[in-house]
DNA sequence: ACACTGTGAGTTTTT
DNA sequence: CTCACAGTGT
């Protein structure tokens, strides 16, 4: 096997296949090539059968990816290779052994939305106060049990839960077995639990999988950990590959502890440090470097490329977010005139609501954009509604699909009868569905209301012969008339739901085709389990020649030509809530190392003065990351002055709602305007390339060159004393120099 | 049963 | 500001 495109640290953590190895694999270091080779090494070189590798990711499109890579370098014979999310392997798991955890044949999978709706009628049935106990606490707080321990109900114990919240738990687990359902943190949590009951089960897979290896491990959480440790537990081939640095999802039960620790969990643990990076030019890796550097506790790594040559890092100061959002914008537009692509460009923000103005603002400029994250294809209603029929016709005992769809379309459904349904379903402990059936349990009046949908549900039951799902959907989207419903409810976007709905029946289509027909497994509920464990359809985004908007959580294992790192303010980034606690505050810094590192080859960091927040402006001064970056980046403009080390900045003051709009008077390229308003200092003077002029705290310098125009002009300027730096006309003490 | 109106809350979200 | 949801009115 050809190993001679790999440097040598990466040579190595393929040619160690024997004992636990961790790879630390910094930003853009390659670790998905060595990952892929490694599994190939295994594959050619060690003579090792594919399916009895394990390769396990977070994301599907990290599997996929993978998946992909692996296939061409070792052939298709690597088609065996067991490639999952952990969630993915662990329905996988449990799909062949549940009953032995007293589940039936055939679990469902709650997704969020499903158990949302599930703790909305707990919360109703326990007559919970709904102000003190919202479906979304209760959500986060059994997750959080669920992520931190092994026994949930104990440790909601020990954290001194009240009786109520104790009491929704055990409901929310009862009512989820009595659906034959389990949820995300389930599928992590049981197939520990199958594991550690059945031994034989467990003893099978130990045997099966001679070689394991984890990507993105720092974001592993306990019961991930667990598994892992389990099925490694003989042979202790178990390869782990991450960056402790870029360990975000902290928040969401992640345990750092587990790749911080790992040489102690797994003794006599190879150590290989990838620090090549092959992404990104020297200035920005040196920003990402000193910025990380204000992190205790890391594993000790220094990102290096042999790119030594780069374009400086841009800081860009904004009154507002419009004019921050309008730089972006044009130096965009500048450079698909000096010929990059729109998708060569990211803008990469802390929270969804910093994408609105950004669009609005790329929208009047006519630059093509799009979003990722945002609402989750499977979380659409129009989408939730169809698979609902789906999982209806496939579980009948699925309460969750009952309700949401008994009255979509209109039936003359509602609360009252429904009400009732659930009041004679619990009294008989039965399903929504067979009460519903049944001439004993309800009033004639409302088993007269329901009598329609049950018998429809019948009939759409009989359209699946157990063979094509598609036809299925397509025979249920009929029957139901949902498109002429989607039309009726709303005008406006029936169309572009109806699409989204279309695209379920491609999704299923794919599913079929990929599908082994000679599998035991009902195609309905295998398709059903998969499309529960994709958040988004990955085809959607195929979309190209966009300028790419994304929280920094998405952009994590992505790159770009350029970045545009925005809201560089307290407060912002790192977040509010993060400032006061130092676990939180370093998760935010890793973030932030997150979005610099990747770059390519230019990096723009921005703050506003000021943005609106909650319909106030808020002035906030820059992020700390900005000082922390030091003389790697430099600061823009007179009016900075670093912020005082000692915390006595007056935060989130609220300056005047009547400032002025941020809007830049409109001017054609080229022309000189004539400013609505004096801008503030000498800004109304006009500078053109090759001008000397003074600054008043960088000195003299010569003008290179002028962007944009009015209150929105950037002017370069190389400095005499120091490097080129980046100005706006508007704000900055620059005059024209005398000599 | 449904449409309308007022109130209150508002990170990040791989599965 | 802007969305989601609870409560009110027909």
Known sequence: MDLSTLNEPQKQAVETTEGPLLILAGAGSGKTKVLTARTAFLIAE????????????????????????????????????????????????????????????????????DQQSLL???????????????????????????????????????????????????????????????DFDDLLLKTIELFNTCPDILERYRDLFRYIMVDEYQDTNMSQYKIISLLAAAHQNLCVVGDDDQSIYGWRGADIRNILEFEKDFPGAAVVRLEQNYRSSQ???????????????????????????????????????????????????????????????AIL????????????????????????????????????????YLRLICNPGDDVSFQRIANVPRRNIGMQSLEELKLAADKNGISLFEAAERTDTVSPK???????????????????????????????????GYEAYLKASDPKTWEARWENVQELVGFAQEFEDCFDSDSEEDPLQAFLNTASLFMTADRVDEESGCVNLMTLHAAKGLEFDTVFLTGMEEGVFPSQQSIREPEKLAEERRLCYVGVTRARNKLFLSYAESRSLFGQYAANPPSRFLDEMGDTISMPGSGFVPRPASASVHRGAVVSPHREPFTAPKVIEGTKPVSRKPAAGAASAAFKDGDRVKHGMFGAGTVVGIEGSGSTQIITIKFDKGPEKRLSTAYANLKPAED
């Not at 910093?354 to 009047?364: A, H």
Request: hydrophobic fraction near 40%; charged fraction near 30%.
């Open 46 to 113: 060690k003579n090792v059968s594919p399916y009895r590798i394990l390769a396990l990711t977070f994301t599907n499109k990290a599997a996929n990816e993978m998946r992909e890579r692996i296939i061409k370098a070792a052939g298709n014979e690597a088609q065996r290779v067991w490639i999952h999310t952990f969630h993915g392997f662990c329905a996988r798991v449990l799909s062949s052994d549940c009953e032995r955890l007293g589940y039936k044949k055939g679990f469902l999978i709650y997704d969020v939305d």
């Open 120 to 182: 909305g009628t707990i919360i109703k049935d326990l007559q919970l106060n709904d102000k003190v106990y919202t479906k979304r606490m209760l959500q986060d707080l059994f997750s959080k049990a669920k992520n931190h321990s092994d026994n949930p109900e104990a440790y909601l114990r020990a954290s001194y839960q009240p009786r109520q919240v104790m009491e929704a738990y055990a409901l929310y687990e009862k009512k989820k077995m009595a659906a034959n359902a389990m």
């Open 283 to 345: 200035p920005i890796l040196d920003a990402a470097n000193r910025v990380i550097a204000h992190n205790a506790g890391r594993k000790e790594k220094k990102l290096w490329t042999a790119r030594t040559e780069g374009q400086p890092i841009t800081v860009y100061e904004a009154r507002g977010e419009k004019e921050e959002a309008t730089f972006i914008a044009e130096r965009i537009l500048n450079g698909k005139r000096l010929g990059k692509r729109f998708d060569d460009y």
């Open 349 to 388: 923000y802390r929270t969804h609501a910093q994408s609105r103005i950004m669009e609005m603002i790329l929208q009047s400029m006519t630059i093509p954009y799009k979003i990722y994250g945002g609402t989750a294809f499977f979380s659409r209603t129009e989408v939730k509604d169809a698979v609902a």
């Open 446 to 480: 409302v088993f007269a209301k329901f009598a329609p949908f049950t018998e429809l549900m019948h009939t759409l039951s009989n359209l699946y012969d157990k063979k094509s799902v598609v036809a299925l959907l397509e025979g249920v989207l009929r029957k139901i």
